[in-house]
T-cell receptor
Framework: TQLLEQSPQFLSIQEGENLTVYCNSSSVFSSLQWYRQEPGEGPVLLVTVVTGGEVKKLKRLTFQFGDARKDSSLHITAAQPGDTGLYLC??????????FGSGTQLTVLP | KAGVTQTPRYLIKTRGQQVTLSCSPISGHRSVSWYQQTPGQGLQFLFEYFSETQRNKGNFPGRFSGRQFSNSRSEMNVSTLELGDSALYLC???????????????FGEGSRLTVL
């Protein structure tokens, strides 16, 4: 069974601060995705990382895939209230089924 | 390109009743996956359909069932509803399914089910 652990589970910060969310596993994934979900809506795909060590940037968001393809991080610079939401990582592995992390609930206070 | 459409968005049922939820995937997507989301359990995988065949199934009782039609639209059914079935049910479509190289999913807005 492939498991993905996300940390922290909850994060409340002030506007303008930086933050990092982690997604860790003992399993190797062929790719890893990050989603953001806002209240009352479904998750929206932010990015997919495929290559070990890969770094992708999406405006103020930086995503990194670990060299061994077992972990990933999401770093947000100068967080804004619009970044508030549930961040989910999901790994594609040998089970032909995505494995979702438990999520990080981010609240950015104005 | 239209996104994934789920109906109904909200519904209230009583214990013992049954419910059917509908999902229309993105045009051209052959895979539809269903998830149950609750605050305590997070996203729980129900099943995936690809070209009308159930490709994978999560660890849910037989009261939860689904099907996919030739136009890729999918329905899921929950019979003999229990209070614990109250949740957001999410449908997601994908061109190649979760077994594809990246397995990216495109989610609908969900159907919020409340069981009284």
């Amino acid at each position: 069974t492939q498991l993905l652990e996300q940390s922290p589970q909850f994060l409340s910060i002030q506007e303008g601060e930086n933050l990092t969310v982690y997604c860790n596993s003992s399993s190797v994934f062929s790719s890893l995705q990050w989603y953001r979900q806002e209240p009352g809506e479904g998750p929206v795909l932010l990015v997919t990382v495929v290559t070990g060590g890969e770094v992708k940037k999406l405006k103020r968001l930086t995503f990194q895939f670990g060299d061994a393809r077992k972990d990933s991080s999401l770093h947000i610079t100068a967080a804004q209230p619009g970044d508030t939401g549930l961040y989910l990582c999901a790994g594609a592995g040998s089970a032909r089924q995505l494995t979702f992390g438990s999520g990080t609930q981010l609240t950015v206070l104005p | 390109k239209a996104g994934v459409t789920q109906t109904p968005r909200y519904l209230i049922k009583t214990r013992g009743q049954q419910v059917t939820l509908s999902c229309s995937p993105i045009s051209g997507h052959r895979s539809v996956s269903w998830y149950q989301q609750t605050p305590g359990q997070g996203l729980q995988f129900l099943f995936e359909y690809f070209s009308e065949t159930q490709r994978n199934k999560g660890n849910f009782p037989g009261r939860f069932s689904g099907r996919q039609f030739s136009n890729s639209r999918s329905e899921m059914n929950v019979s003999t509803l229990e209070l614990g079935d109250s949740a957001l049910y999410l449908c997601a479509s994908s061109p190649q399914g979760q077994g594809g190289r990246t397995g990216e999913l495109f989610f609908g807005e969900g159907s919020r089910l409340t069981v009284l």
